[in-house]
């Protein structure tokens, strides 16, 4: 049973567009919403996370929006650039929040962002 | 800052033998650590999740007796594989949190590949 889903594995867009990337959830436990962006041979690196007492985080070109009563969140990139071409991993957590708390992972949507 | 280095990046090994893999928190004291297994296409998958100087714990599933866990010191996570078997051969990777003020962000590891022959 998958609590984390990214139902679509890919996603092509043009350079300077938008990107938006889909996440949902069956878990009404999940309190705490992360983004990772991974690269071949590199492990994934954190990029913007969101708490659910909030429906919206910026940070820079990336925005995390958060539909709670969906179950749903998404990961917006403007304006899309080539070097954000990577695996995009939305991850969950449930609260208790802090150090031991765990992740559950979606399997990721492979972002190719076009010249 | 907040990097975490794992070693070997790569790792072949005959069936029956033992591989260790190694975590360290390079530049922070890593409050918990936590171990995944990635298979081709699907998500990261936990195994367990540990801390300095106590038992590992394991998620519903995973052996125990063949996932050995070792948290020695706040900076330094093994895992050993134990009499490795084909069926072992995935990506392991490694994270580890700050404490409580980051939260639940977790910072990884580049991964390891095994392969088992």
């Known amino acids: 049973d998958q609590q984390v889903k990214q139902n679509s594995p890919s996603l092509s867009v043009q350079e300077g567009r938008i990107s938006i990337l889909n996440c949902d959830y069956t878990n009404s436990m999940f309190d705490y919403f992360l983004w990772y962006k991974k690269y071949p041979a590199e492990g994934p690196t954190f990029l913007i996370s969101?708490?659910?007492?909030?429906d919206k985080n910026e940070d820079g070109r990336f925005t995390v929006f958060l539909n709670k009563s969906a179950k749903h969140l998404s990961l917006h990139i403007v304006p899309s650039q080539p070097g954000d071409s990577a695996v995009y991993f939305c991850?969950?957590?449930?609260?208790?929040?802090?150090?031991?708390?765990?992740?559950?992972f979606g399997k990721g949507i492979t972002l190719s962002v076009r010249p | 800052g907040a990097v975490v280095s794992q070693h070997p990046s790569w790792v072949i090994c005959k069936s029956g033998t033992s591989v260790k893999i190694e975590c360290r928190s390079l530049d922070f004291q890593a409050t918990t650590m936590f171990w995944y297994r990635q298979f081709p296409k699907q998500s990261l998958m936990l195994m367990a999740t540990?801390?300095?100087?106590?038992?590992?714990?394991?998620e519903q599933g995973v052996e125990k007796d063949k996932f050995l866990i070792n948290h020695a010191s706040l900076t330094l996570s093994t895992l050993t594989v134990t009499s490795a078997h084909p069926e072992d051969s995935s990506f392991y990777i490694c994270?580890?949190?700050?404490?409580?003020?980051?939260?639940?962000?977790?910072?990884f590891g580049a991964g390891t590949r095994l392969s088992v022959l």
């Open positions: 540990s801390n300095e100087g106590s038992k590992a714990t394991y």
């Open positions: 994270s580890a949190t700050r404490g409580f003020l980051a939260k639940n962000i977790q910072y």
């Open positions: 969101i708490s659910s007492i909030k």
């Open positions: 991850a969950a957590s449930p609260l208790p929040t802090g150090a031991n708390s765990k992740l559950t």
